[in-house]
């Protein structure tokens, strides 16, 4: 049967949605619901107006998700190209939304002299992403700089959180309610005049040195254990280039998954079991994914 909803959203939302459009390894089966919000208020209209026991998932810009074949039942919200409001609130103090790019925020935080912030240059992902991962680069996180946040819960209600409300660690973040999600962030940032584009762009360049970037991959696959990097343990398990139909382990950063263009998520999931597998096998270190492993098989 198929899910129903209010009169008003029905014909807005897309049915079946391969989610391969919205994943940056372009794999993953349909959603069942896939609904953009025109801003908050349609957003919380659309939460409101939501059977209350129908899952719902959040995307941004997929790149860090690996969607199985099957799909994702129930709803799926997507922030991409809306929601993306980034404004000044006071010298030091920045409100971004969710579905905004965190290269804009590298980029105007440059504009308006403040930093450190062109880490966010390298994410390419959402705000909401980002603080759902507590994403970071070059030696820079994300909640480092959160100072107060926005969150809408399943029943659309929106509710302000402070930081500490929330257990954050290297790429984990545990909310304190579930089903609730980001709308935007408070960040505070240095006054950092002296900062120019130029210096983003540097970093792009050390990261195209060393990254297969323009590949379709998920960046880095797994969360380096303590001490220690992923990458190293994975290439020294000799396991470079390995392949299991249309994936690979890259040559360039053995982190890296790439799809050449015809792998399926459940090419990627066995990939990613196999290269856990040997190295717990080769190393005896436990290997966790980075990336978020959802839907059905
Ligand atoms: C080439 C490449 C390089 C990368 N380099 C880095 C890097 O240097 N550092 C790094 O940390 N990551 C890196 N990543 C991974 C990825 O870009 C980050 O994890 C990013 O923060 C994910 O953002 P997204 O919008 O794509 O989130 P998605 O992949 O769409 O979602 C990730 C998770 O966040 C949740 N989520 C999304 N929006 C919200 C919201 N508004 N509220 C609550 N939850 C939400 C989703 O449900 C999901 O669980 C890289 C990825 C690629 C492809």
Same mark, same amino acid.
């Given at each position: 049967?198929?899910l129903?909803?209010?009169?008003?959203?029905?014909?807005? !939302?897309?049915?079946?949605?391969?989610?391969?459009?919205?994943?940056?390894?372009? *794999?993953?089966?349909?959603?069942?619901?896939?609904?953009?919000?025109?801003?908050?208020?349609?957003?919380?209209?659309?939460?409101?107006?939501?059977?209350?026991?129908?899952?719902?998932?959040?995307?941004?810009?997929?790149?860090?998700?690996?969607v199985?074949?099957?799909?994702?039942?129930?709803?799926? &919200?997507?922030t991409? @190209?809306?929601?993306?409001?980034?404004?000044?609130?006071?010298? $030091?103090?920045?409100?971004?939304?969710?579905?905004?790019?965190?290269?804009?925020?590298?980029?105007?935080?440059?504009?308006?002299?403040?930093? +450190?912030a062109?880490?966010f240059?390298? &994410? +390419?992902g959402?705000?909401? @992403?980002?603080?759902?991962?507590?994403?970071?680069?070059?030696?820079?996180?994300?909640?480092?700089? !959160?100072?107060?946040?926005?969150?809408?819960d399943?029943?659309?209600?929106?509710?302000?959180?402070?930081?500490?409300?929330?257990?954050?660690?290297?790429?984990?973040?545990?909310?304190?309610?579930?089903?609730?999600?980001?709308?935007?962030?408070?960040? $505070?940032?240095?006054?950092?005049?002296? $900062?120019?584009?130029?210096? *983003?762009?540097?970093?792009?360049?050390?990261?195209? /040195?060393?990254? +297969? &970037?323009?590949?379709?991959?998920?960046g880095?696959?797994?969360?380096? +254990?303590?001490?220690?990097?992923?990458?190293?343990?994975?290439?020294? /398990?000799?396991?470079?280039?390995?392949?299991?139909?249309?994936?690979? *382990?890259s040559?360039?950063?053995?982190?890296?998954?790439?799809?050449?263009?015809?792998?399926?998520?459940?090419?990627?999931?066995?990939?990613?079991?196999?290269?856990?597998?040997?190295?717990?096998?080769v190393?005896?270190?436990?290997?966790?994914?980075? !990336?978020r492993?959802?839907?059905?098989?």
């Amino acid at each position: 049967m198929s899910l129903a909803l209010a009169p008003q959203f029905a014909t807005r !939302v897309r049915r079946d949605e391969p989610l391969s459009r919205h994943t940056s390894w372009h *794999v993953g089966g349909p959603a069942e619901v896939f609904f953009n919000p025109r801003d908050r208020e349609d957003l919380a209209s659309f939460l409101r107006a939501a059977p209350a026991d129908v899952p719902i998932s959040w995307i941004g810009l997929g790149s860090n998700l690996l969607v199985r074949d099957g799909g994702l039942r129930g709803i799926v &919200i997507s922030t991409h @190209g809306t929601l993306d409001a980034l404004e000044r609130l006071s010298e $030091t103090t920045v409100r971004g939304e969710a579905g905004l790019a965190c290269a804009r925020v590298a980029r105007q935080c440059i504009k308006w002299g403040l930093g +450190p912030a062109e880490f966010f240059a390298g &994410i +390419p992902g959402t705000l909401g @992403g980002a603080l759902a991962m507590n994403a970071g680069a070059f030696g820079g996180e994300t909640w480092a700089h !959160v100072r107060a946040l926005e969150t809408i819960d399943r029943r659309g209600r929106a509710r302000r959180r402070e930081p500490s409300e929330y257990r954050v660690g290297y790429r984990e973040v545990i909310a304190p309610e579930p089903d609730e999600w980001f709308i935007s962030a408070e960040l $505070t940032f240095e006054r950092r005049p002296g $900062t120019h584009a130029g210096e *983003v762009q540097k970093l792009l360049e050390q990261r195209k /040195a060393s990254q +297969p &970037i323009g590949e379709w991959s998920c960046g880095s696959v797994f969360t380096n +254990p303590p001490g220690d990097h992923a990458a190293r343990l994975i290439e020294a /398990a000799g396991l470079k280039g390995f392949r299991i139909g249309d994936a690979s *382990v890259s040559q360039k950063h053995a982190n890296f998954i790439i799809n050449h263009g015809e792998a399926s998520a459940a090419d990627l999931e066995h990939l990613i079991g196999h290269v856990r597998d040997t190295v717990a096998r080769v190393h005896g270190v436990a290997l966790h994914p980075e !990336v978020r492993i959802v839907g059905v098989p």
